[in-house]
């Protein structure tokens, strides 16, 4: 059970920053209306844009996995329930 807490707190952090990091970058590199998409023009290219880019693609990628494998072994406890479990 600790492990499944623990993966369960490692995939609301990494959703966390992912959220926190893509509201910063809306905020930052390109912020709404008009002027915000003038903005981009020139913000998107920066290196903490391109870094808040990055930042939001690898947590997104790490929290829909731990979810994906989370999913897939509950269903594996459903259709094998006598299989050994992990140590």
């Given amino acids: 059970?600790?492990?499944?807490a623990k993966a369960a707190a490692s995939a609301i952090l990494a959703y966390t920053v992912h959220y926190g990091t893509a509201k910063i970058y809306n905020l930052v590199c390109v912020p709404d209306g008009?002027?915000?998409y003038l903005k981009g023009?020139?913000?998107t290219g920066s290196p903490?844009?391109?870094a808040g880019v990055q930042v939001i693609t690898h947590t997104q990628t790490s929290y829909s996995s731990?979810?994906?494998?989370g999913i897939t072994r509950v269903?594996?406890?459903i259709v094998a329930p006598g299989m050994p479990k992990p140590v």
């Fill in 66 to 69: 731990m979810f994906l494998m």
């Fill in 75 to 77: 269903f594996i406890d």
């Fill in 41 to 43: 023009f020139i913000t």
């Fill in 48 to 50: 903490v844009c391109q």
């Fill in 1 to 4: 059970m600790e492990s499944i």
């Fill in 34 to 36: 008009l002027l915000g």
